[in-house]
Structures are given as C-alpha cells and as structure tokens.
T-cell receptor, first 116, second 116 residues
Framework: AQSVTQLDSQVPVFEEAPVELRCNYSSSVSVYLFWYVQYPNQGLQLLLK??????LVKGINGFEAEFNKSQTSFHLRKPSVHISDTAEYFC??????????????FGKGTLLTVNP | GAVVSQHPSWVICKSGTSVKIECRSL??????MFWYRQFPKQSLMLMAT?????????EQGVEKDKFLINHASLTLSTLTVTSAHPEDSSFYICSAGQGPSDTEAFFGQGTRLTVV
C-alpha cells in the first residue's frame, strides 16, 4: 500500500494566485515529512521538511506546509505563485527499512503549471 | 546545502553494453547513498540503498546482477547497468545522506540513460 499519497496529479493555476498541493501520509510513514521540487531533467531540491516542533513549516521560494496529525496531512501552500514555480512537486516521508536504516517514500508527484 | 554531483548527465549506449553512473558527495562524507529510477511523468522508485564498505540492499524486484552498485568510499558510489536493453532507458537519480538515519538526503542532478 502506498504510504504517501498526493491527491492531485496536475494543478494548473494562474500567476499570482494561491496554490495548495495536497499530501496525505499513512501510519507506516514516520512523521518526518518532506516536500521536494523537480525541474525538467534535474534532480530533486528540498523545499521544506517537518521533523518536530511547530506544525507550520516555512521553506524556500515562499512555500510553506502544515503538518496535521489528526488528518495525516502535510499540504504545501504558496500565497502567490510565479511562472518559475512551474515544476513537479513530490511529497515524501521517511520509512524504516530495517534496524536504524530509513528510506524516503515518495508520492506520485503533482505537476504544478503556472499560467500567465 | 551539501552538494551531490552525478555523472554523466545523459548517456546513450547500444543494447548489450554496460554503463556506469557515478554519484559523488562533494563537500561531505556520505555514509549512505540511494539510487532511484524515475520513469517519465512518474515518481521516484528506490532501487537500492548502499552503505559505505558493505553490500547494497536492493528493493524487491530490482535485479542485483543487472544493477551493480559499488560504494567503496565515503564520497563515491557507482551504479553500473550491465547488458543494457531499451527497457532500461530511464532517468536515474542518486541521493546521499550522512548516516543511515539521516533525515535529509541531498540529490544529484540525475542521469538520463537511453539504450538504443
């Protein structure tokens, strides 16, 4: 069963509009949660992460995410998007792969397309 | 943040030949490295986890004899695709962490492999 679920495969928005990319996690995933951004033909860049503490996490490029334990969610938000935010966004969680080893489990990704 | 360099960025090879992809941590020692495969418009699939000086741990369904992983030093891991076939064409991405339970992984820029 998938441990990290991204509910939307594509999200089109207009420039300067707010956006929310949804992510839910299952109990098999630890509460170490991440959002990554991937531009075409490139690796992944960390946007933000939640390890503990404040449930509202601020990241780079004006993004933020809120950890909600009761809803097992970690949605990513930005109040005003730019054309340059067009990219694939991945939600990920750490899962135990045996002993003290952990691995990242990724959602299927959400393609954010910002239109002028 | 830490830098992970992956080489080559893209490679085209003939069917039946082997291809080696390098993943280097440039400014930190990477005890653990991860190799992922990404099909077009899909998420990252973990292929294997390698800890320096020990054998890689492969995910279920990944052929260890086909995808040879070597992590001989704390700054270098290599993935060799042996006897490559067109179905091995994909985007391969490595990431590196500073420990097996390190909560942040740093990603290389990826390698686009095309087998003709």
């Amino acid at each position: 069963a998938q441990s990290v679920t991204q509910l939307d495969s594509q999200v089109p928005v207009f420039e300067e509009a707010p956006v929310e990319l949804r992510c839910n996690y299952s109990s098999s995933v630890s509460v170490y949660l991440f959002w990554y951004v991937q531009y075409p033909n490139q690796g992944l860049q960390l946007l933000l992460k939640y390890l503990s503490g404040s449930t509202l996490v601020k990241g780079i490029n004006g993004f933020e995410a809120e950890f909600n334990k009761s809803q097992t969610s970690f949605h990513l938000r930005k109040p005003s998007v730019h054309i340059s935010d067009t990219a694939e966004y991945f939600c990920a969680g750490l899962t135990n792969s045996g002993g003290s080893n952990y691995k990242l489990t990724f959602g299927k990704g959400t393609l954010l397309t910002v239109n002028p | 943040g830490a830098v992970v360099s992956q080489h080559p960025s893209w490679v085209i090879c003939k069917s039946g030949t082997s291809v080696k992809i390098e993943c280097r941590s440039l400014d930190f020692q990477a005890t653990t490295m991860f190799w992922y495969r990404q099909f077009p418009k899909q998420s990252l699939m973990l292929m294997a986890t390698s800890n320096e000086g020990s054998k890689a741990t492969y995910e279920q369904g990944v052929e260890k004899d086909k995808f040879l992983i070597n992590h001989a030093s704390l700054t270098l891991s290599t993935l060799t695709v042996t006897s490559a076939h067109p179905e091995d064409s994909s985007f391969y991405i490595c990431s590196a962490g500073q420990g097996p339970s390190d909560t942040e992984a740093f990603f290389g820029q990826g390698t686009r492999l095309t087998v003709v």
